[in-house]
T-cell receptor, first 119, second 109 residues
Framework: DTGVSQNPRHKITKRGQNVTFRCDPISEHNRLYWYRQTLGQGPEFLTYFQNEAQLEKSRLLSDRFSAERPKGSFSTLEIQRTEQGDSAMYLC?????????????????FGPGTRLTVT | GQQVMQIPQYQHVQEGEDFTTYCNSSTTLSNIQWYKQRPGGHPVFLIQLVKSGEVKKQKRLTFQFGEAKKNSSLHITATQTTDVGTYFCAAYNFNKFYFGSGTKLNVKP
């Protein structure tokens, strides 16, 4: 399977615990995005990497969230001291640096997501 | 910050009827993308629009980008049960994608 993979698919944790999710993008993609999605809402941008550099981070993201992409390949998203409000689907997407054709913009390939439940 | 409003929130149609979802922004967009998410699935890319007034077609799907690049629409002709899902627009600005809240389409056979 050459698509985007995410592990684990489901995570149940108690409030206050730390959790870490992993995303393996499509191998030739240099861009990687993390999103959070709650029921009935669209994906909410969390952070973005170009290769190993984290170029954008949402201001909505508290200091409890951190993401890394060592060597520009897989990425991890860590949530420290989880809260019940962190319960959501965490989606990872990857893309090439440029679409074919004119103008900016990048087609994103999403992984299946990690569903986090904080009890 | 950037906000993208999408309407309607839900749409129930009889198979064979047409469907349209609209995406609106208060600011000019550099481009807009559309995604489809099936129940229990993840978003899947449909199309990207970049130019003012651009219209693109994919079989029964027609995508439009407004002249002012502040709005976009997705129109499905003669819906089928396979069209069921939630359709999202996503606006790109400064390395971020801002997704609308989506339009959930239900098609009755």
């Amino acid at each position: 399977d050459t698509g985007v993979s995410q592990n684990p698919r489901h995570k149940i944790t108690k409030r206050g615990q730390n959790v870490t999710f992993r995303c393996d993008p499509i191998s030739e993609h240099n861009r990687l995005y993390w999103y959070r999605q709650t029921l009935g809402q669209g994906p909410e941008f969390l952070t973005y990497f170009q290769n190993e550099a984290q170029l954008e981070k949402s201001r909505l993201l508290s200091d409890r969230f951190s993401a890394e992409r060592p060597k520009g390949s897989f990425s991890t998203l860590e949530i420290q001291r989880t809260e019940q409000g962190d319960s959501a689907m965490y989606l990872c997407a990857s893309s090439l640096g440029r679409l074919r054709g004119t103008g900016p913009g990048y087609e994103q390939y999403f992984g299946p997501g990690t569903r986090l439940t904080v009890t | 910050g950037q906000q993208v409003m999408q309407i309607p929130q839900y749409q129930h149609v009889q198979e064979g009827e047409d469907f349209t979802t609209y995406c609106n922004s208060s600011t000019t967009l550099s481009n807009i993308q559309w995604y489809k998410q099936r129940p229990g699935g993840h978003p899947v890319f449909l199309i990207q629009l970049v130019k003012s007034g651009e219209v693109k077609k994919q079989k029964r799907l027609t995508f439009q980008f407004g002249e002012a690049k502040k709005n976009s629409s997705l129109h499905i002709t003669a819906t089928q049960t396979t069209d069921v899902g939630t359709y999202f627009c996503a606006a790109y600005n400064f390395n971020k994608f801002y997704f609308g809240s989506g339009t959930k389409l239900n098609v009755k056979p």
